[in-house]
């Protein structure tokens, strides 16, 4: 075989293994080109943040509409703050809807539900969610039930 | 007794200074290595017979792999109810572990073992010194593309056979045993991540190749030059390789996976 074609075969080699490269950033694992710079930040206080973890998701009607930046402790309210990244095209979430911790499935992941509110006014960058549910401790239910309180 | 003690001494002591010899050898490969423009076309060469023609059997073998971690996956995630977390169970598999390793074990079996035998003829027909008689330095001219090429291909390689074997799992979990398509790649994205899952991966597979081209070339460059010594480095390059891959994996794992 000539040099010239080894050559062109051996470029065609290179440009699969960088063509896989990009195919798993975009598609596996969900890369996008999207910057962070088309989402807006909202917060929300929990008693009780359960499992939730930097990049769960945030939901509303069981739709993604972004994910959790950060956890943290409120020190002087002893609440759990979470700070959340939403899509900039969900601008007109109601001021009075609630952020609720769900589970998906009996023992998925936990995410925030964002459950609707009727407010005509929408929440703004940098708001924080008025009413908040925290996680259900499936714990903390059994032991009430038994308890009878 | 003590023939046996002094034995086992010299034994060890042979595996130092092999060792060690590797050591100089590396360095002075390395070394050797700037010319960038007279040894391309010899690089090229080599990314042909080690890369382009490995490319078979990793992509086969990618294939079936991504095809039976779907069976498996499938079968075990239904008894929970959860088979649409199959997309996230391979492509994590494979990004992460299968991926590097398969192909760095395939690479030392294909590539790395024909390094070994083409090296050694070279130093048993006395190619090699007699390059060195023509003031030509057979590290530069012989050993550098190789190792170079070995060490280029490895990565390229590893995610060829990651794509394909995610490729092959869709083919089996969406396309046979109807998972829905969706929640295989939706699954997949949210949670692989790029830097903290396929980048390391990929550092694992540069590891890789860097261990496995060089052994491959040293064995060769080192053998007794008689065709019991080819063949007897042909068989040290897969084994140290395997053996190689397999510890620095644990390493690498406990790393980049490990949380303390």
Redesign the interface.
């Known amino acids: 075989m000539g040099?010239r074609s080894?050559?062109v075969?051996?470029g065609l080699?290179?440009i699969?293994?960088l063509a896989?490269?990009l195919?798993?950033?975009l598609?596996?694992?969900?890369?996008s080109p999207q910057a962070t710079s088309d989402r807006y930040t909202l917060y929300a206080n929990f008693n009780d943040s359960g499992g939730l973890a930097p990049?769960s998701?945030v939901a509303m009607a069981g739709v993604t509409i972004g994910t959790i930046e950060s956890v943290t402790l409120d020190k002087e309210t002893f609440q759990a703050r979470v700070k959340m990244a939403i899509d900039a095209d969900v601008d007109n979430i109601p001021a009075d809807s609630a952020a609720v911790i769900r589970t998906s499935?009996l023992?998925?992941d936990q995410y925030i539900d964002v459950s609707v509110g009727g407010d005509m006014e929408s929440l703004q960058p940098g708001d924080t969610f008025y009413s908040t549910q925290s996680a259900m401790n499936l714990e903390r239910l059994i032991s009430n039930f038994a308890s009878g309180r | 007794m003590t023939d046996k003690l002094a034995a086992l001494g010299r034994q060890g002591i042979a595996v130092v200074a092999s060792l060690g010899r590797s050591g100089r050898f590396l360095a002075g490969v390395l070394m050797g290595v700037p010319r960038p423009i007279k040894g391309f076309p010899l690089l090229v060469q080599q990314l042909y017979s080690v890369g382009v023609l490995s490319l078979a059997i990793v992509v086969v073998s990618g294939l079936f792999i991504g095809m039976v971690l779907a069976l498996q996956g499938y079968t075990i995630l239904s008894d929970f109810g959860s088979e649409s977390a199959i997309g996230q169970m391979i492509a994590l598999t494979l990004v992460r572990e299968l991926g590097p390793v398969v192909t760095a074990l395939l690479f030392a079996g294909r590539a790395g073992s024909a390094l070994t035998a083409e090296i050694g003829l070279m130093k048993a027909t006395e190619q090699l010194s007699s390059m060195e008689m023509m003031g030509v330095d057979p590290l530069r001219r012989v050993i550098a593309p190789r190792l170079w090429a070995g060490f280029i291909a490895m990565p390229v390689l590893a995610v060829i056979f990651t794509v394909v074997g995610i490729w092959g799992g869709m083919l089996v979990g969406v396309e046979w045993l109807g998972v829905f398509d969706g929640a295989y790649w939706g699954n997949m994205q949210s949670s692989v991540d790029f830097v903290d899952d396929v980048l390391n991966g990929l550092v694992k597979s540069v590891v890789f190749g860097f261990v496995c081209a060089w052994i491959a070339v040293y064995q060769g460059y080192d053998c007794l030059p008689t065709s019991a010594g080819i063949s007897s480095a042909t068989t040290k390059t897969v084994v140290y390789s395997s053996l190689a891959v397999l510890g620095l994996d644990f390493a690498l794992t406990a790393v980049m996976f490990g949380d303390f």
């Open positions: 040099n080894i050559e075969i051996v080699f290179m699969a293994g896989a490269l195919f798993l950033a598609q596996v694992s969900g890369l990049r998701r499935g023992l998925g």
